[in-house]
């Protein structure tokens, strides 16, 4: 199993900024890809960023430009920088982890329980 603690977010108004981070735990996993989704009340999930232990990123084009993904591999971390925020980025975003279980090679996806962040004009 492996454990999402999330921290960040809360209310700004429009052309603020705000930093979310996320850090993983788990024993006999190892990290893939790291990311951050947000949901808008009755919208579907979606992307923000995300960022592969290669260091490999990608934005979704509403934040490009904007937002920031960074990721510690050493202390299993990811942090969302996010500027010129916008009404249109509230949302409740979620932190999303791949990670590989050792002793089987199987991969698991896991999420953070949310945390809200609103942009006020």
């Known amino acids: 199993q492996v454990q999402l603690v999330e921290s960040g977010g809360g209310s700004v108004q429009a052309g603020g900024s705000l930093r979310l981070s996320c850090a993983a735990s788990?024993?006999?996993?190892?990290?893939?890809?790291m990311a951050w989704y947000r949901q808008d009340p009755g919208k579907q999930r979606e992307l923000v960023a995300e960022v592969t232990s290669g260091g490999s990123i990608n934005y979704a084009d509403s934040v490009k430009g904007r937002f920031t993904i960074s990721r510690d591999n050493a202390q299993n971390t990811v942090s969302l920088q996010m500027n010129s925020l916008k009404p249109e980025d509230t949302a409740v975003y979620f932190c999303?982890?791949?990670?590989?279980?050792?002793?089987?090679?199987?991969?698991?996806?896991?999420w953070g329980q949310g945390t809200q962040v609103t942009v006020s004009s």
């Open positions: 788990g024993m006999w996993f190892t990290i893939n890809a």
């Open positions: 999303n982890v791949l990670a590989t279980r050792l002793q089987t090679g199987t991969m698991y996806a896991y």
